[in-house]
C-alpha cells in the first residue's frame, strides 16, 4: 500500500495544453485481446519532451457512464506485443477487460504515456530523494554517469507536472470519466513502480492509489541500458 507523504494544493490547469488542437487517432491495426486503442502522437506540453500518449477504453465504454482512470508510465509497451522492442506486453487489455468482466474492480480506462528511453531514467528517478544523499554519494552517482557521457539532468518533478497539470486535464474534459481523487490510478513496473510512489508523496491530491510493481528501489544511476 502507498500513502500519500504530504499535503499538496491543487495546481491550476495548464490552459495551454488545453488550448492548442490535440490530434487522436484510433489504432485500428493494433493486435488487442480487447478494447480500442487510441493514440495522440505527440502531445502537447510545455514541461517535459513530447511524447506519444496512448488511451485504451474497454469494449463496454459509453458516454453514459462515468469510469475511473489508471495512468501507466511506459506506454508503449502496455497493450501490443507485436510493437514493442522485445515482442512482450504487459498484456493490460487483457487483465483490465477480466478484472471489469469478473467484477474485481470498478470500470476504468488506461491512459499510457510513452517513455522515452534515453531520458527515462532522468524521468523517472524521484528528484527530491536526491537530497537525502550525502554530497560524496551524489558525487560519485554523477561523475560516474559524465564519464560515460550520460543525461544526468533529473526531471521527475516536470514529469508529475505533465500528468497532473496537463495531460489529466485533457483526460478528464474528452472521456466520460471520474475525475476525483478516489477514481484516480497510477501504476508502473520498476523505475515506473519508482514515480508512481513518488506521485503519491507529490500529488496526494490528484492520486488516490498506486501500484508500484517490482519497484527498482535502488533508484540506480543514469547509464546506458539502464
Known amino acids: 500500500m502507498i500513502i500519500s507523504c504530504k499535503k499538496v494544493e491543487k495546481n491550476a490547469i495548464n490552459s495551454n495544453v488545453l488550448e ?3 490530434v487522436m487517432n484510433k489504432l485500428d491495426e493494433a493486435v488487442l485481446s480487447a478494447g480500442n ?21 474497454p469494449d463496454s465504454y459509453t458516454d453514459s ?3 475511473a482512470v489508471l495512468y501507466m508510465h511506459d506506454g508503449q509497451m502496455l497493450f501490443d506485443s507485436t510493437t514493442t522492442w ?7 487489455d487483457e487483465w483490465a477487460s477480466k478484472l471489469m468482466e469478473e467484477g474485481k ?8 504515456p510513452h517513455n522515452i528511453s534515453e531520458i527515462r531514467w532522468n ?3 524521484p528528484q527530491k530523494a536526491l537530497d537525502y544523499l550525502t554530497e560524496e554519494e551524489k558525487k560519485s552517482i554523477f561523475d560516474d554517469a559524465m564519464n560515460t557521457n550520460q543525461n544526468t539532468s533529473l526531471n521527475a518533478d516536470n514529469y508529475l507536472k505533465f500528468l497532473s497539470e496537463e495531460l489529466k486535464p485533457f483526460i478528464d474534459s474528452t472521456y ?6 478516489e477514481n484516480t490510478f497510477i501504476a508502473g513496473s520498476s523505475m515506473g513502480g519508482l514515480i508512481s510512489m513518488y506521485a503519491m508523496c507529490e500529488y496526494p491530491d490528484v492520486f488516490g492509489g498506486a501500484a508500484c510493481i517490482s519497484t527498482h528501489w535502488p533508484g540506480a544511476s543514469p547509464r546506458e541500458n539502464n
Open 65 to 67: 457512464k462515468k469510469y
Open 123 to 125: 524521468d523517472y528517478f
Open 105 to 112: 474492480t470498478k470500470d476504468f480506462i488506461v491512459v499510457g
Open 86 to 92: 522485445n515482442k512482450q506486453e504487459w498484456k493490460v
Open 176 to 181: 466520460s470519466v471520474h475525475t476525483d481523487l
Open 20 to 22: 492548442k488542437e490535440i
Open 37 to 57: 486503442l487510441f493514440r495522440i502522437e505527440a502531445f502537447p506540453t510545455t514541461t517535459i519532451t513530447t511524447r506519444p500518449v496512448d488511451i485504451w477504453l
